[in-house]
């Protein structure tokens, strides 16, 4: 009845499903609740909270020589969540949260991980940030966004990125969310 989400419309995520196996991987897919049908010939496992998708992805994450994580996790999940219909009453409405955990890290953070590239998505100071989630969360590669150019990013068929690795920063222009993720894995391929 009533939800509580991040805003995404997971385009750009299957757009990179697709050109990896267009380009000739084998494809985990692992996505929350989308409007958009998923690619042939690649395994698609669906879920609806950021704990499902951690625990989905750290299932499968030993036999990946690759992780990108393109997803926009929300942060935090309700304390409680109400059985019922939280009812309209006067005055303030007070929520509880608590951490979800954040999967592109835990996945950074293991023993022998697989090359990670995240995403960024950013209003702001977009290269300062992104650089510094680089490597905060331990990635190879981060792929940023300024979420707030009219007509790019969310819910477009549109985006454009700067990619940033530890000694390298190139800017994608704008382009069609799949020629990007081709351009991105032709990168990702010239670090992996
Ligand atoms: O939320 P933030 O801007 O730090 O997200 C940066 C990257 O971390 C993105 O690639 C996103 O998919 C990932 N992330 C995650 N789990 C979270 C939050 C973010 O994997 N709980």
């Given at each position: 009845v009533r939800y509580i989400s991040n805003h995404s419309s997971g385009k750009m995520g299957y757009a990179i499903a697709q050109a990896a196996r267009t380009m000739g991987a084998d494809v985990t897919l692992v996505s929350g609740p989308v409007n958009i049908s998923p690619p042939a010939n690649i395994k698609l496992i669906g879920v609806t909270s950021a704990q499902e998708m951690h625990d989905a992805v750290m299932h499968d994450?030993?036999?990946?020589?690759i992780f990108i994580a393109c997803a926009a996790v929300a942060d935090f999940r309700l304390a409680d969540i109400p059985t019922h219909k939280v009812k309209k009453k006067d005055g303030m409405l007070t929520l509880s949260f608590e951490q979800n955990p954040d999967i592109l890290k835990a996945v950074a953070a293991?023993?022998?991980?697989?090359f990670t590239l995240g995403f960024a998505a950013e209003t702001n100071d977009v290269e300062t940030y992104a650089k510094a989630k680089l490597e905060r969360k331990k990635l190879n590669m981060i792929a940023a966004n300024d979420?707030?150019?009219?007509?790019?990013?969310?819910?477009?068929?549109r985006n454009a990125l700067t990619v940033i690795t530890k000694n390298n920063k190139i800017s994608l222009p704008a382009a069609s969310k799949y020629a990007l993720a081709i351009e991105l894995l032709k990168l990702l391929s010239s670090e992996y």
């Open positions: 994450i030993q036999q990946q020589d293991q023993a022998s991980p697989p979420v707030s150019l009219s007509g790019l990013g969310f819910n477009s068929d």
